[in-house]
């Protein structure tokens, strides 16, 4: 097995060797494959792109000029750059989030993304691909690190009676998950969401993930009527003061962000640890390498003994 990095990794981000194919760059690139819409990994002002049609839709909501020529690519569909083959296939994270695969010199490599494995009926599930190399994200790839489920967390929201609930959600991806996800749980309650999510409710919903019911936030009827969860961007939930007829709590998989907040809210759009090593394994892939976290305790866990993992350096 050739175990030469399969990214070569540059301020400009991961590039496919010997080619100007860049996967996810962070500056703008003439050929770039991009995974999700997220601003970690879409930037505007690329000349060619190719991406699900979810993440089309979104970096052209997000960005003023997202890139010259943008080709829509389905889940499965073959495509070919510098006679290399790609395919796309759903990551789980958000609405249009791709997995990335090639094969070159002989050799299947797939690129994840962010993914996770939980069911997320906001977006397209995620597909296991086999592959020789896999490239995974290990945002959360400590030993032993679980994310309770979305939905055990959302139903724990019961346990705060007589008091609206302010929690904070990323405007793109979390925030329409946790719609979804309190109209299954708590359909009594009425789902208040940030101008500033609006716009991604509605392309989620063009695209025919029902999320439920909804409203615009209102001043006054979250103040003064029960009943009532309002979802913010994470900067809003940091500067509204501790009110007395709401609480406040962070949607988010890391520990050590829900202490400043009234209750913790575990909610992760991630992998946990056994959800890396199930992908891993069910990839089959012999060669791992790792990025966008620590993936140390992978190189030593038991359960991957007959995988080589490496961290690939951003
Ligand atoms: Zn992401």
């Known amino acids: 097995m050739n175990i030469t990095p399969p990214l070569d990794t540059s301020t400009k981000g991961f590039r496919i060797p010997e080619t100007n194919i860049f996967i ?11 995974s999700h819409a997220h601003g970690d990994h879409a930037v505007e002002g690329h000349e060619t792109v190719y991406c699900s049609e979810g993440t089309a839709a979104l970096i052209k909501s997000r960005f003023k000029y997202a890139a010259k020529t943008i080709n829509i690519i389905s889940f499965g569909e073959t495509f070919t750059i510098q006679n290399i083959p790609f395919s796309l296939h759903g990551a789980g994270h958000m609405l ?49 690190k679980i994310h309770p489920p979305a939905e055990k967390s959302v139903a724990a929201l019961s346990e705060y ?55 615009p936030y209102k001043r006054e009827q979250f103040k003064n009527e029960k009943g009532i969860i309002y979802l913010v961007p994470p900067p809003v939930l940091l500067n509204f003061r501790p009110g007395t007829h709401f609480l406040r709590a962070f949607a988010t998989g890391w520990d050590e962000k829900h202490a400043r907040f009234d209750f913790p809210f575990y909610v992760s759009d991630h992998a946990d640890w056994p959800s890396l090593i199930k992908t891993i394994l069910e990839s089959e892939a012999k060669v791992v390498y790792t990025i966008h976290g620590i993936g140390e305790d992978l190189k030593t866990t038991p359960e991957l003994k007959n995988v080589q993992v490496y961290t690939l350096s951003e």
């Open 24 to 34: 996810d760059p962070k500056e703008p690139v003439s050929c770039a494959i991009i």
């Open 96 to 144: 249009g989030s791709s997995q990335i695969k090639w094969v070159k010199d002989g050799i299947t490599h797939v690129y994840t993304g962010d993914y996770k494995r939980e069911l997320d009926k906001s977006c397209e599930p995620f597909e296991i691909v086999k592959c020789d190399v896999l490239i995974t994200e290990v945002t959360f790839g400590k030993e032993n």
């Open 161 to 215: 009676k007589d008091v609206n609930l302010m929690l904070g959600a990323y405007n793109l991806g979390k925030s329409q998950r946790l719609t979804r996800l309190i109209n299954d749980i708590h359909p009594h309650l009425r789902v208040m969401i940030h101008p500033k999510m609006i716009a991604y409710h509605k392309i989620y919903e063009s695209m025919g993930f029902d999320l439920g019911k909804w409203e």
